[in-house]
């Protein structure tokens, strides 16, 4: 295998994925390729990102789907463009243990938070950050990781800190978050993986 073929799944803006991509155009990330983006939601601006990119889009969108008929979804547009690793990127939904398990060590998910703090069920987006903020830490950060069946609770591949301002609200907060980790640590953890994978 000369690069893996990477799907990104998204939900939201893709601020996430367009450093993937940029990542991808700077050299960065040279072990893999992003082959497919899916996108839980029809309207998401992830997909005018990954369009501009000319890279493959599918949209599942779950709010239409049960859970099963969207996960078959998915699968069915990872098999098909046999992707080697899949990337979740502000992907808003948690997956069965039976899609996870199809994939052990294949799955990488980032998430706003240092790890073992403010994660797991009802921790994601801003709500990880007023989280942060009302139990009033002094640093948080972001945390890249292999997905399991547990939420949040697969193995750490890399991890970023970041300092909490006295004036932080939830939404400089996750500004900072992202451009000082998210951003730097999603695309180095990504090409490590591939770069495993094609060995
Ligand atoms: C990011 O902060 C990401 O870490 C978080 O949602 C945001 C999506 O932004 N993900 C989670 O909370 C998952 N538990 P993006 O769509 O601009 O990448």
Redesign the pocket.
Known sequence: MNKAAIAVL?S??????QSLIDAQNSGIIKSGEIKLVVSSRADAF?LKRAEKAGIKCSVCERNKLTKAEFENAILKSLYENEIDIIVL??F?CILSEDFVRRFPQRIIN???SLIPSFCGKG???LK?HEAALSYGVKVTG?TVHFVNEIPDGGRIIMQKAVEINENDTPETL?KRV?ENA?WKILPLSVEKVCKEIIK
């Open positions: 998204v939201g803006g893709g601020t996430n994925l992830a990127a502000g808003m980032v998430h706003p921790f994601y987006g990880v972001a996750q992202m998210e």
